[in-house]
């Protein structure tokens, strides 16, 4: 199985990870946690040795709870990263990264995932109230307690990414990205390239959107946030049909799915370590790992560019 390092650690992963939002009981419409189970195992029989977690993860950390029980007998093998920062009160979603909170949440993560020590812990976002270096400062302590191996940072801008690292170390960077979305090319990906900080993306399937398995009339089931994002309304959710129908012609020749064809290309952009492909079935995961092995051809590569740069891109209107 390839594998890249994070940042300047020893931490291997594999450069497809799963992102274990979808089994969160959020937004796990239809999902039952024996599937969750089968996903998570799943992804493992796969070949993933990458799991990413967050406290916020379930409106009581039922994600982490459920991972944990089921990557506990194989600990040695998988590398298991988490998110402090956010947490919901009820279910309205509360960003707070003061110090002691983010010691309070990665204690509690901890016991959930049933480990001593979690081996990528991320800000899941700067705080407006909270100066970054006071959370930075939170990370390094954790750091040098040995409760966390490596320190992310998620949803940052280079300047906020700047001033964590004048506190604490950063092995790590999650911030969105697909074909679709590559605002981050202009800036994090250099800034982490030069620095030597890996670039863990999520939303690689623009929410499910680029696996091509939604028809253009495709109705949500009520409660699926995805409804609500731009990208899945009107004209946009054609031209983005659009351009999945550039794409299909590739799948064929290359003789595997659209979200392979996606997903190989995400992990081979220059400065992208790993893509969190979430899943929220077995099959889906099964399906996302089978992009490891193999590479594009530059012909195939240059006619997915010629048809993203075609589409144009989508920015910051789709933030979570
Ligand atoms: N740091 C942050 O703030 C942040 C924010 C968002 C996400 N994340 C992380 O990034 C991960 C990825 O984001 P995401 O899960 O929202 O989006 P994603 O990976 O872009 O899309 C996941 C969705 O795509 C569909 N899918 C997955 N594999 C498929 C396949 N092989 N064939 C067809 N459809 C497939 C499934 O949706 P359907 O079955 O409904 O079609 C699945 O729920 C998350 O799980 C989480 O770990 C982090």
New binding site residues.
């Given amino acids: 199985m390839p594998i890249r390092t994070i940042g300047k650690t020893e931490i291997a992963v594999t450069p497809v990870a799963m ?4 089994i969160s009981g959020i937004s796990s419409l239809n999902v039952t946690v024996e599937h969750s189970r089968r996903t998570i195992q799943s992804a493992v029989d796969a070949g993933i040795n990458f799991f ?3 406290y916020s993860y379930g409106y009581e950390g039922e994600c982490e709870c459920l991972a944990g029980e089921v990557l506990q007998p194989l600990r040695e093998q998988v590398v298991i990263a988490s ?1 402090g920062g956010v947490a919901w009160q009820g279910r309205k979603r509360l960003f707070d990264a003061q110090p002691e909170v983010i010691r309070a949440q990665c204690t509690e993560s901890l016991q959930r995932l049933r480990t001593d020590l979690i081996d990528l812990y ?1 800000l ?2 700067p705080d407006v109230n909270v100066p970054v270096a006071e959370t930075a400062g939170a990370f390094a302590e954790l750091l040098d307690e040995g409760k966390i191996r490596a320190v992310g940072v ?2 940052a801008t280079v300047d906020q990414l700047r001033e964590f690292e004048l506190v604490c170390e950063v092995a790590a960077v ?1 911030p ?1 990205f ?1 074909m679709l979305q590559r605002e981050i090319e202009e800036d994090l990906v250099p800034y982490c390239r030069e620095r030597n900080i890996s670039v863990v993306v ?7 959107l ?5 028809t253009r009339d495709h109705q949500f089931a009520p409660g699926d946030g995805r409804a609500r994002y731009p990208m899945f309304q009107g004209e946009e959710w054609q031209r983005n049909h659009d351009f999945l129908d550039q794409l299909r012609p590739i799948a064929d020749e290359v003789g595997c ?1 659209l ?1 392979q064809v996606v997903i190989n290309w995400t992990i081979h952009r220059t400065g992208i370590t790993a893509a ?6 077995p099959e ?2 099964e ?2 790992a089978a992009s490891m092995n193999w590479k594009l051809t530059e012909d195939q590569t240059e006619r997915i560019n010629v048809a993203i740069a075609a589409r144009g891109s989508i920015v910051s209107k789709n933030k ?1």
Wanted: with cysteine.
């Fill in positions: 992102g274990c939002w979808p990413d977690l967050a998110k991320y899941h976002s998620s949803n999650q969105h697909n999520y939303w690689p399937l623009m929410k499910g680029l696996a091509g398995g939604m799915t979200a969190l492909c979430g899943a929220r079935r889906q995961i399906d996302t979570p």
